[in-house]
């Protein structure tokens, strides 16, 4: 949205130039005016001469009105352009601010989404620890079914490609490059393969 003092600014810049247009505009048509006046008395036509004072006169008027106006009108283009500064200044950090409450968001869901990539993965270990238990048990007509559900969730992952169907667009030549997403866990939480290895390290 345009600022208003700039929308102000600029309606009265634009009121001065049409000023400075039009007595431009007033002053070329005397000019012509006397011109003409000038040929005609050289002739000896001394009917003009009384015409040529009253143009002569206006257009001495039009000039000073003329340069007094486009001094107003370079005063108008530095207020102008002032706001336009001010309020480009203005927009520049409320879009500052508005990335880095955007870079705040990422980081926070970055990291809620390598919890749930790590929750995932701790999970999926204690699934295959459970379904490996099974196979050695009489219930051995289920690992079919348990290894169909582990391949299931192990298999590869591409949010993007799901995305990109649903509609959402990227690369838009942004020179921008995301870390990668590794399954991570609270430093009190963490996997039991991990604990275990490190207890035997001992």
């Known amino acids: 949205m345009t ?19 039009i007595l431009r505009s007033r002053q070329t048509e005397l000019d012509v005016q006397i011109d003409g006046f000038i040929e005609k008395a050289r002739t000896g036509d001394v009917s ?13 008027t039009i000039k000073e009105s003329l340069s007094e106006t486009e001094r107003e009108l370079a005063d108008r283009e530095l207020t ?8 480009n ?19 926070r869901h970055f990291r809620a989404a390598c919890l749930s990539w790590g929750s995932f993965c701790v999970a999926i270990d204690e699934a295959t620890n459970v379904g490996n238990s099974l196979e050695r048990a009489p219930f051995a007509t289920a690992w079919l079914h348990v290894t169909n559900a582990i391949r299931e969730l192990t298999e590869k992952i591409d949010p993007f490609f799901e995305w990109e169907t649903k509609g959402h667009i990227g690369n838009y030549g ?6 990668a997403v590794v399954p991570m866990v609270p430093k009190f939480c963490e996997p039991k393969s991990q604990t275990e290895g490190d207890d035997h390290g001992a």
């Open 3 to 21: 600022d208003e003092k700039v929308e102000m600014a600029r309606a009265a810049r634009d009121a001065v130039q049409e000023r400075v247009g």
């Open 89 to 107: 200044t203005a927009q520049f950090w409320r879009v500052i601010a508005e990335a880095r409450g955007h870079k705040a968001d990422f980081i």
């Open 80 to 87: 102008l352009v002032r706001a336009e500064n001010e309020a």
């Open 48 to 60: 003009v001469l009384e015409e040529m004072e009253a143009s002569i006169k206006e257009n001495n």
């Open 174 to 179: 942004w020179n921008v490059t995301l870390p």
